[in-house]
């Protein structure tokens, strides 16, 4: 079956750097992608990788390893407004994305 | 990106009556288009597929006959909870993605469904 991992909280302290992991185990893969949510809204696009390696944007990145099925969001110099919901989704082979169920970044000042 | 807006964005109604959501693709046209449903606290769920000029393609678990989608035209798709109850009280959400643009998905702000 097609599943997607990823924590389910985390806490961390304005101004550090966090990383949020996600595996995905998907029938084909075409790429994957990070959103975030917050609270009462709609996901906003975050990233979009396909090829291995890391992209970065501005203080969010993105790294994805096809091999290993791993992909992390990694988040620098954290501010409160970066308190909400990051989905990690997959595109598979049917051009269909699979969901992860979300971690909830709380951050703390 | 690409602007998808939804209307309206918070409805209220009486148990037993119909809700009509409309998604629209402001500045591309939006071949497929897709309808999740987002309960407190959980992840985005997956209610249907709909391309534009055919029928939708829905989700194990989802009622068709109750989740009236049309996607007549490559802008603008709607949804319809038919007879709704109190447990269809969610945030829907549409998202818009244009030919072959695999990579970009755009969300539409989401509606607020209140069933009392």
């Known amino acids: 079956g097609q599943n997607i991992d990823q924590p389910t909280e985390m806490t961390a302290t304005e101004g550090a750097i966090v990383q949020i992991n996600c595996t995905y185990q998907?029938?084909?893969?075409?790429?994957l992608f990070w959103y975030q949510q917050h609270a009462g809204e709609a996901p906003t696009f975050l990233s979009y990788?396909?090829l291995d390696g890391l992209e970065e944007k501005g203080r969010f990145s993105s790294f994805l390893s096809r091999s290993k099925g791993y992909s992390y969001l990694l988040l620098k110099e954290l501010q409160m407004k970066d308190s909400a919901s990051y989905l990690c989704?997959?595109?598979?082979?049917?051009?269909?994305?699979?969901w992860g169920a979300g971690t909830k970044l709380i951050i703390k000042p | 990106g690409a602007v998808v807006s939804q209307h309206p964005s918070r409805v209220i109604c009486k148990s037993g009556t119909s809700v009509k959501i409309e998604c629209r693709s402001l500045?591309?046209?939006?071949?497929?288009m897709f309808w999740y449903r987002q309960f407190p606290k959980q992840s985005l769920m997956l209610m249907a597929t709909?391309?534009?000029?055919?029928?939708?393609?829905?989700e194990q678990g989802v009622e068709k006959d109750k989740f009236l989608i049309n996607h007549a035209s490559l802008t603008l798709s709607t949804l319809t909870v038919t007879s709704a109850h109190p447990e269809d009280s969610s945030f829907y959400i549409c998202?818009?993605?244009?030919?072959?643009?695999?990579?970009?998905?755009?969300f539409g702000p989401g509606t607020r469904l209140t069933v009392l």
């Open positions: 998202s818009a993605r244009a030919a072959r643009a695999y990579n970009e998905q755009f």
């Open positions: 500045d591309f046209q939006a071949t497929t």
């Open positions: 709909s391309n534009e000029g055919s029928k939708a393609t829905y």
């Open positions: 998907t029938s084909g893969f075409n790429g």
């Open positions: 990788n396909v």
């Open positions: 989704a997959a595109l598979d082979s049917n051009y269909q994305l699979i």
